[in-house]
Protein backbone atom coordinates (compact mmCIF):
# COMPACT_ATOMS: atom_id res chain seq x y z
CA UNK A 1 0.00 0.00 0.00
CA UNK A 2 1.44 3.60 -1.31
CA UNK A 3 2.04 5.92 1.83
CA UNK A 4 0.17 9.05 1.66
CA UNK A 5 2.64 11.26 0.77
CA UNK A 6 3.63 9.05 -2.11
CA UNK A 7 -0.51 9.36 -3.14
CA UNK A 8 -0.32 12.98 -3.46
CA UNK A 9 2.90 13.45 -5.04
CA UNK A 10 1.72 11.49 -8.22
CA UNK A 11 2.38 8.52 -9.83
CA UNK A 12 6.21 7.97 -9.65
CA UNK A 13 6.86 11.40 -10.89
CA UNK A 14 8.16 13.02 -7.84
CA UNK A 15 11.34 14.54 -9.37
CA UNK A 16 9.64 16.94 -11.29
CA UNK A 17 10.59 20.41 -10.06
CA UNK A 18 13.14 19.45 -7.95
CA UNK A 19 16.91 20.34 -8.33
CA UNK A 20 18.63 18.90 -10.71
CA UNK A 21 22.70 17.32 -10.38
CA UNK A 22 25.54 19.91 -11.80
CA UNK A 23 22.51 22.54 -11.19
CA UNK A 24 21.01 21.50 -14.54
CA UNK A 25 17.84 23.15 -13.48
CA UNK A 26 19.72 26.61 -12.79
CA UNK A 27 20.63 26.22 -16.25
CA UNK A 28 17.23 25.76 -17.63
CA UNK A 29 15.74 28.42 -15.67
CA UNK A 30 17.72 30.49 -17.51
CA UNK A 31 17.35 29.35 -21.37
CA UNK A 32 13.53 29.86 -20.35
CA UNK A 33 13.84 33.36 -18.98
CA UNK A 34 15.73 33.96 -22.59
CA UNK A 35 13.24 32.01 -24.32
CA UNK A 36 10.78 34.20 -22.56
CA UNK A 37 12.61 37.34 -23.55
CA UNK A 38 13.05 36.57 -27.02
CA UNK A 39 9.04 35.72 -27.12
CA UNK A 40 8.59 39.83 -25.79
CA UNK A 41 11.42 40.81 -29.15
CA UNK A 42 8.92 38.70 -31.55
CA UNK A 43 6.09 40.75 -30.03
CA UNK A 44 7.66 44.67 -30.39
CA UNK A 45 9.00 43.20 -34.09
CA UNK A 46 5.49 42.23 -35.33
CA UNK A 47 4.20 45.36 -33.93
CA UNK A 48 6.62 47.49 -35.42
CA UNK A 49 5.81 45.77 -38.46
CA UNK A 50 1.86 46.44 -38.35
CA UNK A 51 2.77 50.11 -37.57
CA UNK A 52 4.92 50.41 -40.12
CA UNK A 53 2.74 48.91 -42.89
CA UNK A 54 -0.36 50.98 -41.65
CA UNK A 55 0.92 54.27 -40.59
CA UNK A 56 3.83 54.68 -43.01
CA UNK A 57 3.20 52.36 -45.58
CA UNK A 58 6.78 50.37 -45.21
CA UNK A 59 6.96 47.02 -43.70
CA UNK A 60 9.57 46.26 -41.29
CA UNK A 61 12.59 44.34 -43.53
CA UNK A 62 12.57 40.90 -42.16
CA UNK A 63 9.98 40.47 -39.92
CA UNK A 64 9.34 37.19 -41.49
CA UNK A 65 12.90 35.85 -41.58
CA UNK A 66 12.74 36.95 -37.67
CA UNK A 67 9.79 35.26 -36.84
CA UNK A 68 10.49 31.79 -38.62
CA UNK A 69 14.04 31.86 -36.42
CA UNK A 70 12.75 32.86 -33.23
CA UNK A 71 9.73 30.67 -32.56
CA UNK A 72 12.45 28.12 -33.48
CA UNK A 73 14.77 29.51 -31.03
CA UNK A 74 11.82 29.72 -28.35
CA UNK A 75 10.53 26.65 -28.51
CA UNK A 76 14.72 24.90 -28.38
CA UNK A 77 15.24 27.35 -25.11
CA UNK A 78 12.25 26.37 -23.93
CA UNK A 79 12.08 22.65 -24.07
CA UNK A 80 13.95 21.26 -21.23
CA UNK A 81 12.94 23.09 -18.27
CA UNK A 82 9.07 22.54 -19.67
CA UNK A 83 9.97 19.38 -19.07
CA UNK A 84 11.48 19.75 -15.64
CA UNK A 85 8.95 21.61 -14.38
CA UNK A 86 6.40 18.66 -15.30
CA UNK A 87 4.38 20.63 -18.13
CA UNK A 88 5.67 17.68 -20.97
CA UNK A 89 2.97 16.47 -22.32
CA UNK A 90 2.08 12.39 -21.16
CA UNK A 91 -0.58 9.46 -20.68
CA UNK A 92 -0.95 10.43 -16.05
CA UNK A 93 -4.26 8.27 -16.66
CA UNK A 94 -2.24 5.26 -17.25
CA UNK A 95 0.68 6.09 -14.52
CA UNK A 96 -2.54 7.02 -12.32
CA UNK A 97 -3.98 3.78 -12.82
CA UNK A 98 -0.72 1.86 -12.06
CA UNK A 99 0.43 3.53 -9.45
CA UNK A 100 -3.09 2.81 -7.46
CA UNK A 101 -1.88 -0.99 -7.94
CA UNK A 102 2.09 -0.39 -7.88
CA UNK A 103 3.94 2.70 -7.06
CA UNK A 104 6.94 0.91 -8.01
CA UNK A 105 5.80 -0.42 -11.13
CA UNK A 106 4.59 3.38 -12.11
CA UNK A 107 7.79 4.50 -11.15
CA UNK A 108 9.32 2.20 -13.97
CA UNK A 109 7.05 3.09 -16.06
CA UNK A 110 7.82 6.63 -15.95
CA UNK A 111 11.88 6.28 -15.94
CA UNK A 112 10.94 3.68 -19.59
CA UNK A 113 9.29 7.18 -20.51
CA UNK A 114 12.04 9.45 -19.63
CA UNK A 115 14.72 7.33 -20.92
CA UNK A 116 12.98 6.83 -24.25
CA UNK A 117 12.79 10.70 -24.46
CA UNK A 118 16.65 10.88 -23.47
CA UNK A 119 17.36 8.35 -26.54
CA UNK A 120 14.81 10.75 -28.96
CA UNK A 121 16.83 14.05 -27.60
CA UNK A 122 20.32 12.10 -28.40
CA UNK A 123 19.09 11.24 -31.96
CA UNK A 124 18.38 14.79 -32.25
CA UNK A 125 21.52 15.82 -30.97
CA UNK A 126 23.50 13.51 -33.39
CA UNK A 127 21.50 15.03 -36.33
CA UNK A 128 22.25 18.66 -34.99
CA UNK A 129 25.66 18.78 -34.79
CA UNK A 130 26.67 17.92 -38.88
CA UNK A 131 24.31 20.75 -39.35
CA UNK A 132 25.67 23.26 -36.94
CA UNK A 133 29.00 22.26 -38.55
CA UNK A 134 27.91 22.64 -41.88
CA UNK A 135 25.90 26.01 -41.24
CA UNK A 136 29.55 27.75 -39.63
CA UNK A 137 31.55 26.43 -41.91
CA UNK A 138 29.79 27.20 -45.28
CA UNK A 139 27.90 30.34 -43.33
CA UNK A 140 24.62 29.30 -44.59
CA UNK A 141 22.34 32.40 -44.29
CA UNK A 142 18.45 32.09 -44.08
CA UNK A 143 16.06 34.69 -45.76
CA UNK A 144 16.84 36.86 -49.47
CA UNK A 145 20.87 38.01 -49.68
CA UNK A 146 20.82 41.88 -50.08
CA UNK A 147 17.41 42.16 -48.26
CA UNK A 148 17.38 40.41 -44.64
CA UNK A 149 19.86 37.09 -43.94
CA UNK A 150 20.05 35.95 -41.14
CA UNK A 151 23.05 33.75 -39.80
CA UNK A 152 22.06 29.94 -39.38
CA UNK A 153 24.38 28.92 -37.07
CA UNK A 154 23.44 30.53 -33.91
CA UNK A 155 19.92 28.84 -34.37
CA UNK A 156 21.70 25.65 -35.07
CA UNK A 157 23.36 25.64 -32.00
CA UNK A 158 20.53 26.97 -29.49
CA UNK A 159 19.01 24.02 -30.79
CA UNK A 160 21.48 22.12 -30.04
CA UNK A 161 21.88 23.37 -26.54
CA UNK A 162 18.42 23.09 -26.03
CA UNK A 163 18.39 19.50 -27.11
CA UNK A 164 20.95 18.24 -25.14
CA UNK A 165 19.98 20.15 -21.80
CA UNK A 166 16.41 18.69 -22.71
CA UNK A 167 18.00 15.00 -23.01
CA UNK A 168 20.15 15.39 -19.31
CA UNK A 169 16.97 16.33 -18.03
CA UNK A 170 15.28 13.41 -19.34
CA UNK A 171 18.08 11.35 -17.70
CA UNK A 172 17.96 12.80 -14.32
CA UNK A 173 14.14 12.31 -14.06
CA UNK A 174 14.51 8.48 -15.30
CA UNK A 175 17.51 8.27 -12.99
CA UNK A 176 15.09 9.74 -9.76
CA UNK A 177 12.39 7.39 -11.09
CA UNK A 178 14.57 4.14 -11.00
CA UNK A 179 15.80 5.45 -6.88
CA UNK A 180 11.88 6.01 -6.69
CA UNK A 181 11.18 2.59 -7.53
CA UNK A 182 14.43 0.54 -5.87
CA UNK A 183 13.78 2.67 -2.39
CA UNK A 184 17.24 4.74 -2.92
CA UNK A 185 17.67 7.92 -2.11
CA UNK A 186 19.29 9.90 -4.86
CA UNK A 187 22.78 12.18 -4.34
Known sequence: MASESEQQEGPGLSAYGEA?????????????AIGTLIIFALLLITNLDILGRDLLNKPLRG??????????????????????????????????????RSPKAAALMASVFHLVGAAMLAVLCAALWPEL???????????????????????RLVMLLGSACCALTFLFLALADLCKAFGRSRS
Open 63 to 100: TTELMSVGIVVVVFLQLPNTLWAGRFPRADFVLEAVHQ
Open 133 to 155: IRAWELGDYFGAMGDFAIPLWPV
Open 20 to 32: QPFGLHRITSWMN
